[in-house]
């Protein structure tokens, strides 16, 4: 969860392009602060020294619209002519999300936000409110009024740097809210959007007001708080924001610019609650989509390189046609760990640039610490610590692999929020992981797609052999039906439990889609276990990331069982039928020494079960 940037300044590092040269480079950019050109008068040429082809920088609509309808431009000029002299090109943010304001030196100005002052005199009511009843300093990107005066200033705005800089500028992102994301905003728990005007026209919709949705829910308890409007909840919120999101886009791209939009990491269940499943509804609006993560999770630093690469590629599953990745550092530099993240950044900007439509990446948060009293600065000691390569995909070929989908469920994170069994997000943890042991297998081509892909049945849907829901307990009825006509047609399908356990409110259904993958009885085992897997034996023992030891199933009629309990044969932990395959664990989370073995058979029985393509097809 990326946090607010108060007095934050960013990374620059050098990028080092290895292997044969791509016929275009990919866009490698820098968050730069005013504050930093100021400190620093070698600043810029460092970076283009550094091989970086971009700086990106925040227009605030406070400093543009300083008064009603008079837009004054000059403010950004010397700064962004300087930028454009050395020879670097610009993303530009339209930062009019009531963030915490900053002057050209980096100090705080009580009382005022990046909205103009007049927003908040003139329209009061066009302002969120949290579910307190308190003002924000967020505009409410919904409101008529407020929507009337942000796009004129995103066309007047966009339409003079455009002229000004025509060919230097790679796109204009839209900062709804305080974080520069497309998303709902929130302080502490105190979820926004609860306004007066927004309450009446829930209840219009729905003869309720908003739920109050502030609390966690824990798998390792064994059910779900039941929120009866989550799901209702959820789609209102969604579909306002994408209302708004493009109209927005909509006002960009007439003025003939591209519309960027900022994603923050969608597959947690601390993010979840204030909408990050809009992604999945705005890959007709915007142009180039930034995913981001700060490597860390709201309880803990989170080294993992993958995370990104998953979501690229979850982006492009959406039909996103560009994609950029952004990799930030600020909670790691405030403890003094920056140097430890570094290796991992360039782990992951490099796996993530090896995909299709990912075009570059953005860096941010490696600031230097400052004195008391003074702005963070840009690090230029630290130029040299990222070396991002871009390396061709040596892989087989596309028409020689299986194509898997994997399932991430942004309705499983709405019913899960909070979610911390055994101090982790078990569901998350199973569906990255997932993903990473799946594709890193040659044979394989993965494809984390999301519910969006199923309910439009789009294309991509029909081109895959399988698909693989990893530990998405919460799902629709509609989700469930897609699945089950996408097995109904041909397709493999292959769950790791729980698939669909709880309906979209956490209401249980006591159903693991049990007709299609053959499952009779489920009986939940708190220790460990001994399996007869193909006359090996395998053991699986209790651990605090499977949160519970495994279920055992007792197979229907005409269903095989994989992995028998060497003390109760008619139970196991794995049931195959038709083109179906059921774990009753994760595999992909063991942690002991068994779990080189039990990834090995993970990934053989879910390759087992797909219908073959050829006989060059096998696991590595």
């Known amino acids: 969860m990326k946090k ?65 309808n008079n837009y004054q431009f000059s403010h950004y000029h010397k700064y962004l002519d300087t930028i454009v002299n050395s020879g670097l090109s610009l993303i530009l943010v339209l930062d009019m999300g009531g963030r915490t304001y900053l002057d ?23 302002v969120m409110k949290n579910f307190s009843g308190d003002y924000q300093w967020q505009p ?38 305080e974080e520069h994301e497309i998303k709902y905003g929130q302080t502490g728990y105190q979820w926004r959007d609860y306004k007066e005007s927004t309450q009446r026209d829930f209840f219009k919709k729905y003869g309720t007001r908003q739920p109050t949705i502030n609390y966690n829910n824990n798998i390792q308890k064994g059910f779900a708080q039941t929120e009866p409007l989550l799901h209702i909840h959820k789609e209102y919120r969604e579909n306002r924001l994408r209302d708004a999101t493009c109209l927005y886009a909509k006002a960009i791209q007439k003025n003939g610019a591209l519309a960027m939009g ?17 992604v999945e509804k705005l890959a007709d609006c915007i142009d180039i989509a930034v995913i981001d993560f700060n490597f860390y999770d709201g309880y803990r630093l989170v080294p993992d390189a993958d995370v990104l690469p998953t979501l690229a590629n979850y982006l492009g599953s959406l039909g996103y046609k560009q994609i950029m990745v952004g990799a930030y550092a600020e909670v790691w530099e405030r403890q003094n760990k920056t140097h430890e993240l570094i290796p991992v950044i360039n782990r992951s900007a490099t796996q993530a640039l090896s995909q299709a439509k990912v075009i570059g990446f953005e860096v941010g948060g490696f600031q230097r610490q400052a004195a008391a009293g003074q702005s963070a600065t840009i690090d230029t000691e630290k130029l040299s610590a990222i070396s991002v390569k871009i390396a061709n995909d040596s892989s087989t070929t596309e028409k020689e692999r299986l194509k898997i989908g994997i399932l991430g469920s942004t309705t499983n994170f709405y019913v899960w929020h909070g979610e911390r069994s ?79 356990e709880f309906d979209e409110n956490g209401a249980p259904t006591a159903d693991w889609m049990n007709e299609v993958f053959g499952i009779s009885k489920i009986k939940w085992k708190n220790k460990g276990g001994v399996f007869l897997i193909n006359n090996e034996i395998y053991r699986l023992k209790p651990s605090s990331r499977l949160y519970t030891s ?71």
């Open 262 to 278: 900022y994603f923050a990491e969608t597959f947690t269940s601390h993010d979840a609650i204030y909408a990050t499943g809009v």
């Open 140 to 177: 409410d990107f919904t409101d008529e009024t407020i929507q009337k005066f942000s796009t004129e200033f995103i066309s007047q705005t966009v339409n003079h740097f455009s002229n000004r800089y025509p060919g230097k500028i790679l796109g204009f992102a839209i900062g709804l809210q």
């Open 104 to 126: 050209e030196n980096g100090k705080k100005i009580a009382d005022e936000s990046t909205a103009p002052k007049w927003i908040y005199k003139d329209h009061p009511n066009s």
């Open 422 to 500: 055994s101090g982790r997000n078990t569901h998350r943890d199973a569906l990255f992981a997932a993903y990473k042991i799946l594709s890193d297998q040659t044979a394989l081509d993965v494809h984390l797609i999301g519910e969006k892909n199923l309910l439009q049945d789009d294309p991509i849907i029909q081109s895959l052999d399988a698909i693989f829901v990893p530990h998405q307990t919460a799902l629709p009825q509609s989700i469930k039906s897609k699945l089950t006509t996408y097995w109904k047609e041909g397709g493999a399908l292959i769950q790791d439990m729980r698939l669909g």
């Open 4 to 68: 607010i940037l108060c007095i934050a300044a960013f990374l620059l590092s050098s990028i080092a392009f290895a292997s044969s040269p791509p016929s275009k480079l990919p866009v490698s950019s820098i968050i730069v602060m005013p504050w930093d050109i100021n400190q620093n008068a070698n600043l810029l040429s460092d970076i283009k020294k550094n091989n970086f082809s971009h700086v990106t920088y925040y227009l605030n609509w406070a400093d543009i619209e300083t008064q009603k």
């Open 550 to 620: 495994y279920a055992s199933i007792t197979p229907r009629q005409g269903y095989k069982l994989l992995a028998t309990d060497i003390l109760h044969r008619d139970t196991g932990i794995m049931v195959r039928g038709e083109r179906t395959l059921a774990f009753g664990f994760m595999p992909q989370l063991v942690e002991d020494q068994t779990k080189d073995a039990w990834r090995k058979l993970f990934v053989r029985e879910i390759m087992n079960v797909v219908p073959k393509k050829s006989a060059s097809v096998q696991a590595k």
